[in-house]
């Protein structure tokens, strides 16, 4: 997005919260009603998070709209009013969303938190090629611009990570409510943890130790904490074309390993995965990002959890793993 075009969001941003804010505080009912704390997030992961610690004190709103694709995902002057109606704004990193530091800079400080999830953690470069030590990740493109991986929440040890500098926020606007939410975020990395234990307990008994994900480089954290090659078809650029020879490339490493299955990923068409079956007969199973969910999962109350234990059981199959 361009900056004049931010400028033009900002501006009409300002002038609907001048004119509108009064009159919508007072006729809307819902989150904005109540005299609960204000959450905006921006991916699905930190909304998960986010309302697991916040229980019945705190209203969580998702700025992500279900079933969108969150990478090329602008926000619009109605997303821009939510921001500004919130205490707490939690995003996951600046390589994730572009925008959201450009998006806060005119909201003063003591009326919103800003939390960047990603605070402490380590990143990986996009860069393709680069071992990361328990496994080895292969991308598609040479040629990935300079930058960070931002898939920091598919390392289950960094999602723990992310649930503490979350709960730091939300301590930070509601101190009355303390123990209350850390006592809700103690138990939501208690989830985490022992899903991390058999993720390491499943995979480390795999006869395939190489993942061939047929979509973009989102699964390098998962597969450097659990010691897996991963192989993307792109790099981390969700919008990316896998090219004929790369195309070629992973037909001929699912020839050369003998896999038995190749894998897919929610809200990105299958044509690559499908292409690679029908050159192979590798079958096609699909991995979850977790970046978003459609309308209807999130109207069933999908968790990120559920969602992670679904990977886990396609890794399982797909990897050859003993269950």
């Known amino acids: 997005m361009t900056a004049f075009r931010w400028r033009v969001m900002l501006l009409l941003a300002a002038a609907c919260l001048v004119f509108f804010t009064g009159c919508s505080r007072e006729t809307t009912s819902g989150p904005a009603a109540t005299n609960r704390l204000q959450v905006v997030t921006t991916l699905f992961p930190l909304y ?28 619009k002057p109605e997303d821009i009013l939510a921001i500004n109606r919130a205490a707490l704004f939690v995003y996951t990193n600046r390589f994730m969303e572009p925008w ?16 960047d999830a990603s605070t402490g ?12 030590g328990h496994g080895a990740m292969e ?37 009355a409510n303390r123990d209350y939410y850390a006592a809700n975020a103690a138990a939501y990395k208690g989830k ?19 993942l061939l994900h047929a979509g973009h480089a989102a699964f390098a954290y998962l ?16 919008d990316a074309q896998t090219t004929p020879s790369r195309m070629a490339e992973l037909v001929k490493r699912v020839r050369a390993l003998k896999l038995q299955y190749n894998f897919s990923e929610e809200l990105v068409s299958p044509r ?32 990120f959890l559920d969602l992670m234990e679904k990977n886990l059981a396609a890794l399982a199959t797909g990897l050859q793993c003993r269950q």
């Not at 959201?100 to 939390?115: H, I, N, Y």
């Not at 953690?121 to 990361?132: F, I, K, P, R, T």
């Not at 991390?196 to 008994?205: E, F, M, P, Q, V």
């Open 48 to 75: 998960d998070f986010a309302r697991a610690i916040a229980g019945n004190r705190a209203e969580v709103r998702l700025l992500l709209p279900p079933g969108s694709e969150p990478h090329t995902f602008e926000p």
């Open 100 to 115: 959201a530091e450009d998006l806060v800079k005119g909201v003063p400080r003591d009326r919103l938190t800003v939390v």
């Open 272 to 303: 690559v995965a499908e292409t690679i079956a029908t050159e192979t007969g590798a079958r096609i199973l699909r991995l979850h990002a977790a970046h978003n969910i459609s309308k209807d999962d999130l109207a069933a109350g999908v968790t």
């Open 121 to 132: 953690l380590v990143l990986l470069d996009a860069a393709a090629g680069h071992d990361h």
């Open 223 to 238: 597969a450097r904490r659990y010691g897996i090659t991963y192989v993307s078809a792109t790099g981390v650029a969700a």
């Open 139 to 175: 991308e598609g493109h040479h040629d990935e611009p300079s930058g960070k991986d931002p898939h920091i929440w598919l390392d289950l040890t960094n999602a723990q990570a992310m649930v503490d500098t979350i709960l730091a926020g939300f301590v930070a606007r509601d101190p």
């Open 192 to 210: 985490l943890a022992d899903l991390d234990r058999r993720y390491k307990a499943t995979l480390g008994t795999c006869k395939n130790r190489t």
